[in-house]
């Protein structure tokens, strides 16, 4: 999905008057977030490391922290 297709997608969910500059920091989380999901999805959720050991999927914690991010833009801003 594009940038500017994205963004209109969060504002399409935003309270009217949400500024532009939330409504693009949203769309960036969610960008972020989606990113992470898909890479999680194809490598799966454990991957090797440089010693092959298993361990979680580095992308598990970027996708976290791009939903708690997303989460707490959106809480004012978000219709309900």
């Known amino acids: ?3 500017t297709n994205l963004v209109e997608e969060v504002r399409a969910q935003c309270v009217p008057g949400t500024p532009a ?3 693009e920091s949203m769309a960036s989380q969610l960008r972020v977030m989606r990113e992470a999901r898909r890479l999680i999805e194809t490598d799966g959720v454990m991957v090797r490391d440089g010693k092959q ?3 979680e999927h580095p992308c598990l ?10 989460s707490e833009l959106m809480r004012q801003w978000v219709k309900r």
């Open 1 to 3: 999905m594009s940038e």
């Open 21 to 23: 500059a939330l409504v």
């Open 53 to 55: 050991n298993p361990v």
């Open 61 to 70: 914690a970027v996708e976290r922290a791009a939903q708690k991010a997303l």
